[in-house]
């Protein structure tokens, strides 16, 4: 029994040691983890930081101009040190009569402003606006969101009413001259804002409303302006639609003048053509009537020259006669041989003449 004793009394104590040393573990790292929050700030990734030092311990005393970026970062506890973090983001200050729940944005009175004609328009408008030097928005603004209340929002509405103001109530319906306003009042806001380390980056007007009256007016005689461009439209595309036809008229006309001018001058070509043929033609008639005289002539002559040339003639007619009588073979030598040659012979053997 006093064994086990001694052995339950061992057991115990090695418990309330272990319950100590565990004690003391949870201790230290509670105590690390107050210094570290108490030593470190960490900065987020969309955040810049600027520094404080209000006692000179470790570094000597003022704002430092050093822009602390995201990550840990070292800081003194008990407002010996301060950490001022900004957004570094795109950020939206929106002017509007429709709020929304967007928590990334602040909402202000949309922006009432009168155009040069003398008239009011309520102008909800976004400002896109950037903080791109920590430094110098705490040097000259001073921490959290001064740089709004005393930047951004005493700016703002003057400079869009300034700029957009020069604008008479129709040209608020023209996009490009909206938007040449909007660069003309962003260059404005960055000359007063950019030495504070505020850059603007868009205005961008989202919707205008004049009063329901002149509302009324303005898009009935909008209505009315599009139905003279509309009718003038229309006259214009008639009157090109005219000049069209007298176009494609002019075009025809042209094409049968140019292609009768082609049928006449075929014609005219023809007729030389059939003039030519004929002239040669008569002349080689001529030609030949004169051969033939000519040939009537000779053999005239001949005739008449001496019988002989009687004779040759009359063989000359015989062989034309020959010309059309199927061949015969007839012995050349002996005492009835035939000399196709000898005229003489030829004729006594026809009887067409009669032997000497």
């Known amino acids: 029994m006093a064994a086990q004793g001694k052995q339950e009394g061992k057991h115990t104590d090695f418990l309330g040691m272990l319950r100590i040393a565990l004690f003391i573990t949870v201790l230290i790292i509670l105590v690390a983890v107050i210094l570290f929050n108490m030593f470190f700030v960490y900065i987020q990734p969309y955040e810049n930081g600027v520094l404080v030092v209000k006692v000179p311990i470790i570094r000597s005393r003022g704002v430092k101009e050093k822009v602390y970026t995201p990550g840990l970062h070292f800081v003194l506890p008990f ?30 009175n949309a922006a009432n402003i009168q155009t040069s004609d003398g008239f009011f328009v309520t102008v909800d408008v976004s400002v896109v606006y950037k903080i791109e030097d920590p430094y110098k928005i705490f040097t000259n603004l001073g921490p959290g969101d001064n740089y709004i209340t005393q930047g951004l929002l005493p700016k703002v509405e003057p400079i869009l009413k300034e700029s957009f103001g ?65 009718n003038q439209s229309e006259a214009k595309a008639s009157a090109e639609a005219a000049e069209v036809r007298k176009s494609r008229e002019e075009g025809e006309a042209q094409y049968r003048i140019r292609l009768e001018e082609g049928k006449a001058y075929v014609q005219k070509r023809n007729a030389e053509k059939d003039l030519y043929v004929r002239t040669k033609k008569a002349e080689a008639n001529l030609l030949v009537a004169l051969a033939e ?64």
């Open 79 to 108: 407002n010996l040190e301060n950490m001022h973090r900004f957004n570094k983001k795109s950020q939206v200050l929106e002017l509007t009569e429709y709020p929304t729940q967007n928590p990334y944005a602040l909402f202000l």
């Open 166 to 230: 020069k604008l008479n109530t129709e040209e608020f319906y023209i996009s490009p001259k909206r938007v040449a306003q909007s660069l003309e009042a962003r260059d404005n806001l960055n000359k007063d804002l950019n030495p504070f380390g505020i850059k603007i980056e868009h205005i961008l007007v989202r919707y205008f409303k004049y009063s329901d009256e002149i509302q009324r007016n303005i898009e009935e005689k909008k209505l009315m302006d599009q139905l003279v461009f509309k």
């Open 293 to 356: 005289a000519k040939k009537t002539r000779l053999k005239n002559d001949a005739l008449m020259a001496s019988i002989a040339g009687s004779n040759n003639l009359v063989g000359l007619d015989l062989a034309g006669l020959l010309a059309n009588i199927d061949v015969i073979v007839l012995p050349s030598d002996g005492a009835n041989g035939v000399n196709p040659l000898d005229i003489d012979s030829v004729l006594r053997m026809l009887e067409v003449r009669g032997g000497r």
